[in-house]
C-alpha cells in the first residue's frame, strides 16, 4: 500500500480559537446526541452565539426524550458485595481537602415548596423512617463507573411522609459545598432512588457525602448531590451546578 503524504496546515491565532471552539461544540454536539452519558466534563453551553443556542436547544430536546424513555419500573443493575470497588474513589468539583466539615449534633434538613408539612428533619428523624439497601454502580461522565453500598430512606417514602405534591414536576436540592441539583418527579418515585445516610453500611464518611446525599442509580454520577441541607418541590425549573453550564439535565435512564 502506498505511503500516504501529509500536508502541514499552518494556521493563523485567531483560525486555531475557531478551530478549538468547533471541536468542543462537536464533542458537546456527539455527548447530546447520546443523552449526555458522553464525557463532556470542560464543555460550555454559555458563548452565546446561534451554534450555541442550537446545542442548547438540543440539550432541551435530549431532556424531553429521555424523559419519555424512562419508565418507573425499569430498575438499573444490582450487585453482590464482592462486586464493590476498593477503595471507593472520591469525586466532587474540589479537591478532597475542601470537602465541608459538618457540625452533625445540629444538622436538620430543610424542607420546603409544595409540601404539607415543612417541619425540618434531623438525622434520627430521617433514621427512624423505612430504610433500604442496595448495592449499584455510579456511573461519572468523567468516563469511569464504581460499585458502592448505600442505605437510607426511599425518597418516595420521604416525599409521602412530608406530605409533597407527587404530581408536581421537580425535586430539587441544596448543598453544604454550594452544589445544587434537581431531579424529575418521575425519577424522585423510583424505588432504587434514596436519600442516602450510609456507605459500606456505616454512616456516610465526609468524602462520600455525610451527612445526606441523594443516591439515583439511574442516572449520571453529577445527578447525585452530596451533603444535601435542604430539599424542595415545585413547579419551576430549579436547575443545577452542571446543568446550568451545558450538562443535559435529565442524563438518566
Known amino acids: 500500500m502506498p505511503e500516504r503524504k501529509h500536508t502541514r496546515l499552518?494556521?493563523?491565532p485567531a483560525q486555531r480559537t475557531t478551530l478549538a471552539n468547533a471541536?468542543?461544540?462537536l464533542l458537546l454536539?456527539?455527548?447530546l446526541t447520546l443523552g449526555g452519558v458522553a464525557m463532556l466534563t470542560g464543555c460550555n453551553l454559555q458563548d452565546g452565539d446561534t451554534f450555541d443556542k442550537v446545542l442548547w436547544a438540543m440539550s432541551r430536546w435530549n431532556d424531553?426524550?429521555?424523559?419519555?424513555?424512562?419508565?418507573?419500573?425499569?430498575?438499573?443493575?444490582?450487585?453482590?458485595?464482592?462486586d464493590?470497588?476498593?477503595?471507593?474513589?472520591?469525586?466532587?468539583?474540589?479537591?478532597e481537602y475542601s470537602v465541608?466539615?459538618?457540625?452533625?449534633?445540629?444538622y436538620q434538613l430543610e424542607v420546603s415548596g409544595l409540601v404539607a408539612d415543612k417541619t425540618p428533619w434531623t438525622l434520627e428523624g430521617l433514621r427512624r423512617l423505612p430504610q433500604a439497601s442496595q448495592i449499584t454502580r455510579l456511573i461519572c461522565i468523567e468516563g469511569w463507573s464504581a460499585i458502592g453500598q448505600w442505605g437510607g430512606v426511599p425518597l418516595k417514602t420521604f416525599l409521602q411522609r412530608i406530605g409533597a405534591d407527587l404530581t408536581a414536576r421537580y425535586?430539587?436540592?441544596?448543598c453544604a459545598d454550594r452544589y445544587y441539583s434537581s431531579i424529575d418527579m418521575a425519577?424522585?418515585?423510583?424505588?432504587?432512588?434514596?436519600?442516602?445516610?450510609?456507605?459500606g453500611g456505616e454512616a456516610l464518611p465526609p468524602d462520600f457525602g455525610n451527612p445526606l446525599r441523594l443516591r439515583v442509580p439511574t442516572k449520571l454520577g453529577f445527578k447525585n448531590p452530596k451533603h444535601i441541607m435542604a430539599l424542595f418541590v415545585t413547579n419551576t425549573y430549579p436547575g443545577g451546578y452542571w446543568e446550568d453550564q451545558g450538562y443535559n439535565w435529565f442524563s438518566g435512564i
Open 10 to 12: 499552518v494556521l493563523e
Open 23 to 25: 471541536r468542543r461544540r
Open 29 to 31: 454536539r456527539g455527548g
Open 64 to 82: 424531553k426524550v429521555q424523559a419519555w424513555l424512562f419508565r418507573e419500573n425499569r430498575l438499573a443493575p444490582t450487585y453482590a458485595a464482592g
Open 84 to 95: 464493590i470497588t476498593k477503595p471507593f474513589p472520591f469525586n466532587a468539583f474540589y479537591p
Open 100 to 106: 465541608p466539615d459538618i457540625d452533625l449534633s445540629d
Open 171 to 174: 425535586v430539587g436540592f441544596k
Open 187 to 199: 425519577t424522585a418515585l423510583h424505588p432504587q432512588t434514596i436519600l442516602a445516610l450510609d456507605f
